[in-house]
C-alpha cells in the first residue's frame, strides 16, 4: 500500500532543497551581475577621463573659435548699427521744419509761405 502522506513529505523536502539550489543560483548570478556593473561603471568613468584629456585641447580650441566668432558678429552689428543711425541723422538733417508750433511765429510764416515772390 501507497503510504501518500511519506509521498507528500518527500516531494516537498525535493522541493524545498530544489528551491534552495535555485536561490543560491540567483543570489550568485545576482552578484554576478553587480559585480560586472561595478566594472563597466569604473572602465566607464576611465574612459571619460581619458577621452576628455585627450580632447581637451581641441574642446578649448572650439571654445575660443566660438567666442571669436561671436566677437566678430557684435562687432559687426554695433557697425551696422552704428551705418543705421548715421544714414538716419543724415536724413533727418536734411529735411528743415519749424523749430516750434507756434503759429504766430512771424520767422515760421516767412519760411513757410507757398511762394517766395514778394
Do not use: C
Amino acid at each position: 500500500m501507497v503510504n501518500y502522506a511519506e509521498e507528500a513529505r518527500r516531494l516537498a523536502e525535493e522541493n524545498q532543497r530544489r528551491m534552495a539550489i535555485l536561490i543560491d543560483e540567483l543570489q550568485e548570478i545576482n552578484e554576478r551581475t553587480a559585480a560586472k556593473g561595478r566594472e563597466f561603471a569604473e572602465n566607464l568613468a576611465a574612459d571619460m577621463d581619458r577621452f576628455w584629456q585627450e580632447h581637451a585641447a581641441e574642446l578649448e580650441q572650439s571654445r575660443a573659435e566660438d567666442e571669436a566668432k561671436e566677437q566678430l558678429e557684435a562687432e559687426a552689428r554695433e557697425h551696422r548699427e552704428a551705418v543705421a543711425r548715421s544714414m538716419t541723422a543724415r536724413r533727418a538733417n536734411q529735411t528743415v521744419g519749424p523749430v516750434d508750433d507756434e503759429d504766430e511765429d512771424e520767422d515760421a510764416k516767412f519760411y513757410q509761405r507757398k511762394s517766395w515772390l514778394i
